[in-house]
């Protein structure tokens, strides 16, 4: 074979296709192009998140503030009440019958006690002027008794439903305060379920929610004096 025609041969170079290259190229740019939303929608994701749990704490710090301003709300009241003169006198008047007529003596004998009372001012109040009649119950003891049970019933019932957390309730009214639900309320009331009331109702237990609001006040540190 002539070596010159060998040289002669010119050299076969590889071609390079086109449609290749544009293909490579779409691949890369549709993958920078992933690359980015991906990234970008990362972004968007943890910005988004970043917001609502941001929102999620100032609503919730809105509603602490609401929840305190409520408490502080029905607190206040409930003390105006329990502050006010008649309540005073109630509270006054029910200690001095049970320390003449409960104290060192048996349940009975002071329930029979205030049926006495309850029976005189009965008779009592058909002798007084139609327009003096109101002052005359209002001052009676069974009134005062009924005004200061529905308070600690009330009370009882905001801290039974959890309206008014315990600490709170428990840093205004201490044991002492409270002590006079068993050794006044809790007898007369259950004398009137048995023998008043129309029809009879079931006497109160150590779990009802009167009970429980003076119970649970004995193991607690006393935070302040009592109001009365």
């Not at 690359?35 to 710090?61: E, I, L």
């Not at 001012?121 to 109101?134: C, I, S």
Request: a positive charge; hydrophobic letters at 40%; proline letters at 4%.
């Amino acid at each position: 074979m002539n070596l010159f025609l060998i040289y002669q041969i010119p050299q076969q170079q590889p071609s390079i296709d086109s449609g290749l290259v544009i293909a490579n190229f779409l691949l890369v740019f549709v993958t920078l192009a992933l690359v980015f939303v991906t990234g970008y929608y990362a972004w968007q994701t943890r910005k988004t998140v970043g917001v609502m749990k941001y929102q999620a704490d100032v609503m919730k710090d809105e509603v602490d503030v609401m929840k305190n301003t409520l408490f502080h709300h029905i607190l206040e009241d409930i003390q105006k009440e329990y502050r006010s003169p008649r309540m005073l006198l109630a509270v006054k008047s029910l200690w001095d019958f049970y320390r003449k007529y409960g104290e060192d003596k048996p349940e009975d004998e002071f329930v029979g006690e205030y049926k006495k009372r309850c029976d005189k001012d009965d008779k009592w109040v058909l002798f007084q002027k139609k327009n003096k009649r109101f002052e005359f119950v209002e001052a009676t003891l069974h009134n005062q008794r009924r005004l200061v049970s529905h308070f600690y019933q009330h009370l009882a019932v905001l801290k039974e439903k959890k309206i008014l957390p315990e600490d709170l309730i428990y840093s205004k009214w201490s044991e002492a305060d409270l002590r006079i639900i068993p050794k006044i309320l809790f007898p007369i009331e259950n004398y009137l379920r048995a023998k008043i009331h129309e029809p009879k109702l079931e006497p109160l237990d150590k779990e009802c929610s009167l009970m429980k609001l003076y119970e649970h006040s004995k193991n607690r540190l006393e935070r302040v004096k009592p109001i009365v």
